[in-house]
């Protein structure tokens, strides 16, 4: 049977099936992540002679624009990165919000037992109250910080099964890509492709990726400063290590392939959750861990001082009251040179809300305040044993030896104050309420009300009280937490709007299917009509030619 109707009318039929098969699949997976629609392709068959030869399927081809998912992308990851930043933070601020860890009542009921104690300053048990008060504060310090230190903690273990997830689906991208590239671009692989996006999406959630798409489809994925991480079938990973400038925190590292590790800048990262959680834990994490030392140490050290300007009941001059943590120095782990540093507070009131980074370089040392990057200015002089003293910011730094250029230190100041805070005292006797010129200290309060006055006293930075400085840690964290979520919730509404947008070209429309599929449905009957009229006609012609 060659008569063209029969040709024109199987391709019909075929071209309906497929159609039909294809809508059907659109409907079964509407409700599949990550599924792009598919449509048909169709064209008019070579034709030969004066008639037609009926009709081509081109193709299948995705619904799929690549600048809203490019667009989509950048959304997300950056969704990504503040939805996380703001989970975080606000587990700070309802800390220092909370009434029960609220660090001013426990600094006003010290004070409280001051001014009791200055009252009835022979009086034992105003005496207990006082060390009893003080305890009760630096348990309260030291709570602050160690819930801090265990966020710091919860942090290092999340980067590591971040890392983890990142070189699942980066070895899962790059197996994609292998396939791919061995069945083609054709539709055969549509479903591979949306395979390979959904990984790329959920990818991006965790870091932020650039994608660059290669002539045969192939996907190349760089994160950072441009760090490959999908190349053609080959994936790249990261690990997590401790960091070279300071062993007790833990950094990302890149295995170029060769099995050598390099640490990455965790400023390039700021993309994903990833990126959320390095700029928190580097930045609003650590600042207050170094504003609440800095007022722990402000306390503790001035205190001390004024006490020990008073005598004891036994006529003695006081002593520490309070022990505080002193500050460390850590050296970086690629250091060469034989130098050995040491640091100590020279005036806590001048200290400031951050650790500090001490680099040798060619033109000497170079200092830099660690929580906002600037460079601090020094003075210079020799002590006793010929070490170069370096004096800044309520601080000594003392250097022997010889460093070597590029050698970096981490001087950690007030990070450590509260780890070593305690009360220095358990008799109550040797509390200095009087003053040094009462040679008994019997009943006499001078050093006391002092000791008092230095509730109102402006020892924080020079610059606030105790209190106004601990209002203003809480009142800043609080700013920022509602700015973060501010953000997230701006960056989320952006990535519903991309999505809808998204979904409105490669989403499947229910709807639409089901006209299609009638749509089809009679194109399929009509070309079957053509069929039957072809044989029809043929059979006559048998019949007239019998």
């Known amino acids: 049977m060659s008569s063209p109707l029969y040709s024109i009318a199987s391709s019909g039929l075929k071209a309906a099936q497929i159609a039909l098969a294809t809508t059907s699949n659109n409907i079964s997976n509407a409700y599949v992540d990550g599924y792009n629609l598919q449509r048909v392709t169709l064209s008019e068959a070579q034709q030969s002679g004066a008639l037609g030869n009926g009709v081509t399927i081109t193709g299948i081809s995705r619904a799929y624009d690549s600048l809203v998912v490019g667009q989509l992308r950048a959304a997300s990851t950056s969704a990504a990165a503040a939805s996380t930043y703001s989970d975080n933070i606000s587990q700070i601020d309802n800390l220092l919000s909370d009434s029960d860890t609220d660090l001013s009542t426990q600094m006003s009921t010290f004070f409280a037992s001051l001014q009791a104690l200055s009252s009835a300053a022979s009086d034992s048990a105003a005496r207990q109250t006082v060390i009893g008060s003080g305890q009760n504060l630096v348990s309260q310090f030291s709570s602050l910080d160690n819930t801090l230190r265990d966020m710091d903690s919860a942090i290092d273990s999340q980067l590591s099964a971040t890392a983890d997830q990142i070189n699942t689906y980066a070895q899962q991208i790059a197996n994609l890509n292998a396939q791919i590239a061995r069945q083609g671009t054709g539709s055969e692989s549509n479903a591979l492709l ?56 833990m950094a990302l590292a890149y295995d170029r392939g060769n099995g050598t590790l390099s640490e990455i800048d965790p400023a390039t990262l700021s993309g994903g959750s990833l990126g959320g959680m390095l700029s928190f834990r580097d930045g609003a994490l650590a ?13 503790a050290d001035s205190f001390n001082q004024q006490h020990q300007a008073g005598v004891d009941l036994n006529g003695d001059a006081g002593g520490d009251f ?37 680099k040798y370089t060619a033109d000497g040392w170079q200092i830099t305040r660690n929580s906002d990057g600037a460079s601090v200015a020094y003075t210079t002089s020799t002590d006793a044993g010929g070490a170069t003293v370096l004096s800044f910011e309520g601080l000594s730094m003392s250097v022997s030896g010889t460093p070597s250029v590029n050698d970096s230190y981490q001087l950690k100041t007030v990070s450590n104050v509260i780890q070593g805070l305690s009360v220095a005292i358990t008799d109550p006797g040797l509390i200095a309420a009087g003053q040094a010129d009462d040679e008994s200290g019997d009943g006499d309060n001078r050093n006391a009300e002092a000791l008092l006055a230095l509730q109102n006293t402006k ?13 203003s840690l809480v009142s800043k964290v609080g700013t920022e937490t509602s700015n973060a979520k501010i953000t997230a919730t701006t960056q989320a509404s952006m990535v519903s709007q991309l999505t809808e947008k998204q979904q409105s070209i490669s989403g499947v429309n229910l709807d639409e299917e089901y006209v299609d599929l009638q749509r089809y449905q009679q194109y399929y009957q009509a070309n079957s009509r053509v069929m039957t009229t072809a044989g029809t006609i043929f059979d006559a012609l048998l019949s007239a030619l019998g």
């Open 287 to 299: 600042d207050a861990r170094n504003q609440l030392g800095q007022i722990a140490l402000a306390f």
């Open 459 to 471: 020892l924080v930075g020079g610059s606030a009280t105790l209190s106004t400085a601990y209002a």
């Open 194 to 249: 949306d395979q390979r996006d959904q990984l790329v999406n959920s990818l991006n959630e965790l870091v932020g990726v650039n994608v660059t798409v290669q002539d045969d489809s192939t996907l190349s994925l760089t994160i950072g400063s441009g760090l490959t991480l999908v190349q053609g079938s080959s994936a790249y990973s990261l690990a997590v290590v401790p960091s070279a400038a300071d062993a007790s925190q």
């Open 322 to 358: 309070f022990t505080l943590g002193s500050p460390t120095v850590v050296s970086n782990t690629r250091n060469t040179g034989s130098a050995v540093l040491s640091v100590a507070f020279s005036d806590s009131t001048a200290a400031k809300a951050s650790d500090y980074t001490a």
